[in-house]
């Protein structure tokens, strides 16, 4: 399916991906019910994204801040990387943090659109690190938990010697299961693409992308171009007139 964007400062045709049924649907289905009509481009950051479908941005006042509205739901994530991933151009959901989504479901409205910037292929195995990195952390964290009352007691002892052996086999032990599981590293499509056209790396796999611009990103990086508030909100209204879906031929 072919949705095409009509906004303030132009047409935005996207092309939504059928690996992502059900934000493929959803967004059909709130495209149908005229949920994005009349509402605002409120998140703008320069070589990074547009954001918009807050249905609270219809008629907000301008300074107000933005992007808590929703549909009163989420939904599950289709995160599909990395065939699906952050270039320029892609069509994502928006959801809110780790901390509080851990299942990283998507917001039920709200999308970004991503125009991000070209990276070196230093700057990619750079990031590769830092990924691989926070990912050693992670299972680092969750066997840190597990010896909550063994740490606790060696603090209380003031074992430094039992707690720096403790930390280095957890730490041996978080390194060999984020190698058994793969290295992260991005593929030669990924990075061909963060290399010629650019995009939004560091969000791979973090975020269901579920389609791209296939015309129109002139349009999207006018929007990018505006200037903004402290909030990242546009100072002048971008706002989108009507959104209409068609079969592509």
């Known amino acids: 399916m072919i949705v095409n964007i009509k906004t303030s400062k132009g047409d935005i045709k996207v092309r939504l991906y059928d690996e992502t049924p059900v934000h493929r649907d959803n967004f059909l289905r709130l495209v149908g019910e005229g949920t994005y009509r009349d509402t605002l481009f409120h998140r703008v950051i320069k070589d990074f994204m547009v954001q918009g479908g807050d249905p609270e941005s219809k008629s907000a006042p301008a300074g107000k801040p933005l992007g808590s509205g929703d549909v009163g739901y989420t939904l599950e994530a289709e995160i599909a990387a990395p065939a699906l991933y952050h270039k320029r151009g892609a069509l994502a959901a928006a959801r809110t943090g780790d901390e509080v989504n851990p299942e990283r479901r998507s917001s039920g409205c709200q999308f970004y659109i991503v125009t991000g910037k070209k990276y070196s292929e230093r700057e ?55 190698r058994a599981s793969g290295l992260f590293a991005f593929t030669e499509e990924q990075r061909h693409d963060y290399v010629t056209v650019g995009g939004a790396p560091f969000l791979d796999g973090q975020y269901t992308v579920f389609g791209e611009v296939v015309e129109g990103m002139d349009v999207v990086y006018a929007i990018e171009g505006v200037a903004t508030d402290k909030r990242d909100r546009p100072l002048e209204d971008v706002r989108i007139i009507d959104v209409e879906a068609y079969a592509q031929d």
Not at 126 to 143: C, H, M, T, Y
């Open 124 to 178: 990619l195995k750079k990031l590769e690190s830092q990924i691989n990195d926070g990912r050693v952390a992670e299972v680092f964290n969750r066997e840190a938990r597990k010896h909550y009352d063994l740490i606790k007691q060696l603090r209380m002892r003031r074992d430094r010697a039992g707690l720096e052996e403790l930390e280095r086999q957890l730490t041996q032990r978080a390194i060999d299961e984020v």
